[in-house]
């Protein structure tokens, strides 16, 4: 089939359009390179450079497609809160410029990039779909809006539409760089340069890691998932187990052959203090469950950067 993945260029979009591509399917990708690299583009992918509010260039990358991986986005909670409009330009009328595109454009469902942030934090763990939604970030409270944009386009238009809330991805191909980086490969950075890894509050904060692979599983399975089921809805995406800070340096220290404290620095604004998922809904209705040992991820990850 012929597909679009926005923000292909990125971490889990070109992880994504790999997987399809080795699948058979035809590949096209829209990104600014904002945030994503040229390098991560397959060479079998078709590229459009611009942006994802560029309503003629969205209506041309969608032309003809069957299924659009919505992954671009402004994807950082501190940016988010230093620049807000900038984000919500990205996530919420990006997104709805890709929903009015596909459905003009008679694409049959688009499968969307959400965040476990729309949580809040404060539902109850391990927390399922149906939990209150309470946004502590401007970050979070666009992943809720485009997530609002997504059911009403199922609603009113009959555009199959299905969001995953991502739960703290990491994995090959992930930025280490900039103070905004993800916090796996920052670890890895600085352990393998002998440095003191930078631990914002006591480490004690919880995370329920997702490994690159599976994630890219639960893209393609909410793809081909009957509409019946999946469609107009939310799915965790997560990696099965709840790790804090410390335990995950513990671990990567011990694949690199380290042991460097950490440095602590203040807590970040806007973060939650837990998040671990119930990841059932997905099994049942997708079909999909994540395989990979959070161990394993790590030091796939980390023979990566080497």
Sequence with gaps: MLTLVTGGAGFIGSNLADALIAEGHEVRILDDLSTGFAENLP???????????????????????????????????????????????????????????????????????????????????PTV?????????????SKVAAELYLRVYWELHGLETVALRYFNVYGPRQDPNGPY?????????ALRAGEAPQVNGDGGQSRDFAFVADVVAANLAAATAPASACAGKAYNVAGGSERSLLEMLEILGSI??????????????GDVRHSFADTSAAAADLGWAPVTDFADGLRATADWFR
């Design 43 to 125: 060479a079998a992918s078709t590229f459009f450079e611009g942006d994802l509010c560029d309503a003629e260039l969205v209506a041309e990358a969608v032309e003809g497609v069957e299924v659009v991986f919505h992954q671009g986005a402004r994807g950082s909670v501190p940016k988010s809160i230093e620049t807000p409009l900038l984000t919500d330009r990205s996530n919420v009328l990006g997104t709805l410029t890709v929903l009015d595109a596909a459905h003009r454009a008679g694409v049959r469902r688009v499968v969307a990039a959400s965040s476990s942030s729309v949580y809040g934090g404060v539902a109850p763990r």
């Design 129 to 141: 779909e149906t939990s209150p939604l309470s946004p502590k970030s401007p970050y979070a409270a």
């Design 181 to 189: 980086a993800a916090v796996i490969p920052r670890f890895i950075a």
């Design 256 to 269: 690199l052959g380290t042991d460097i404290a950490p440095e602590h620095l203040d807590p970040r604004p």
